[in-house]
């Protein structure tokens, strides 16, 4: 049978192998001070490594200033973030958060005790602490730990969703990583939910860090089927396309994923389709084709089937021609429209493999440059 002391013990352990740089913070920390949230939610499930949050019942940049780090403080929000032996660590002073209205920034005030300060999170279990202060403890008002036992997500209480509606997104972000479900009462209160009270940029910057979740095809799956947001026609069959290409040659790292699939999944359609839908019949058609699309434009063009940007990703916009305007104008080439046509030409010629080398390169386009401006 365990004890309070077994706990205690394994719960030091996990800490000292996960967050050895925490005993620093032990040293130097004046005021009681707990770590919080996301961290202890990934420490009691195993899952590694969470972003390190801390609270302090007593002054965050004080804290964070002993520590000895460059210090990036918030004062309105009585936070300081600060990197600790590597590692980004978010400070801040215990506080209360009251909303105006819904779907309005909260005015946050100081809270003398912990306990308000973890009332006010998201969801039970990201309302769990450890102080760094004495035995290790679990501190779990809420019963976080209870729901993490039971896969489930359950808000702290009916105003949730109002006070906040980005909070629905993360519902959607977690579940999609945990494999959670709503608990019933709170999936009734976040298919309530009103994203329109929300700012459009609060919006997109959740629903963009929702896309940058390894599970993001079905965390954007779950929001549509919420009825929180109105997904593109085969959005997400697309976003889990866009998702394989970016993994692959040559594709890799040539879009930013998290705004591809934030596309791919709520739309509306757009340049991309236009590209999908044409059929180069050269090189030089498809150069010509592709400019002027970002690259998310491009990448989803491809998920929707136009293979042959396989070639344009992988070879075509490489080629560059061997000579420039100054072998034109050293040629007696003047100053003006007819270097751009030469050289344009010459590029042309070289995708569609009509010219090979340098010489063959400036022939061409001195014959096109001469052309047109009458030069002997």
Do not use: C
Not at 164 to 193: C, K, M, N, S, V
Not at 213 to 228: C, D, I, M, N, T
Not at 229 to 241: N, Y
Not at 300 to 310: T, V
């Amino acid at each position: 049978m365990s004890t309070a002391k077994d706990h205690s013990e394994s719960l030091a352990e996990a800490l000292e192998h996960m967050h050895p740089e925490l005993d620093l913070v032990r040293e130097v920390a004046g005021d009681p001070v707990y770590l919080v949230g996301g961290a202890v939610r990934d420490l009691l499930l195993g899952r590694g490594r969470a972003d390190i949050d801390l609270v302090v019942e007593g002054d965050a940049a004080a804290l964070a200033a002993r520590l000895g780090a460059d210090v990036t403080a918030h004062e309105r929000f009585g936070t300081a973030k600060l990197i600790l032996e590597g590692h980004e660590v978010d400070v801040a002073t215990a506080r209360t958060e009251a909303y105006p209205h819904p779907g309005a920034l909260p005015v946050v005030g100081p809270a003398r005790h912990l306990d308000a300060d973890l009332a006010r999170r998201d969801f039970t279990i990201n309302a769990m602490a450890i102080p760094l202060h004495g035995a290790p403890r679990l501190i779990d008002p809420h019963g976080g730990q209870a729901d993490l036992g039971t896969r489930r997500l359950r808000v702290l209480h009916d105003g949730s969703f109002a006070d906040d509606p980005t909070r629905a997104i993360r519902a959607a972000r977690y579940a999609a990583r945990f494999g959670f479900a709503l608990e019933a009462r709170t999936e009734e209160l976040l298919r309530a939910a009103d994203l329109a009270t929300v700012s459009a940029n609060r919006r997109e910057a959740e629903l963009l860090r929702l896309a940058s979740e390894a599970q993001a095809p079905r965390a954007f799956e779950l929001l549509g089927e919420w009825g929180l947001v109105e997904l593109r026609d085969g959005g997400i069959e697309l976003a889990e396309a866009v998702e394989e290409l970016l993994a692959t040659a040559p594709w890799k790292g040539e879009a930013p994923r998290e705004r591809a699939l934030y596309v791919a999944a709520l739309g509306p359609p757009g340049r991309e389709v236009e590209v999908a839908r044409k059929t180069p019949r050269s090189p030089s058609e498809a150069v010509s084709l592709v400019t002027g699309h970002d690259p998310v434009e491009l990448v989803l063009a491809r998920a929707l089937g136009a293979e042959w940007l396989d070639s344009y990703m992988g070879e075509w916009r490489a080629v560059r021609l061997a000579i420039d305007g100054e072998d034109l104008i050293a040629a007696g080439v003047p100053q003006g429209p007819a270097l751009g046509r030469g050289l344009k030409e010459a590029l042309r010629a070289k995708l569609d493999g009509e010219v090979e080398g340098r010489e063959e390169e400036l022939a061409l386009a001195l014959a096109v440059a001469r052309s047109g401006d009458g030069v002997a």
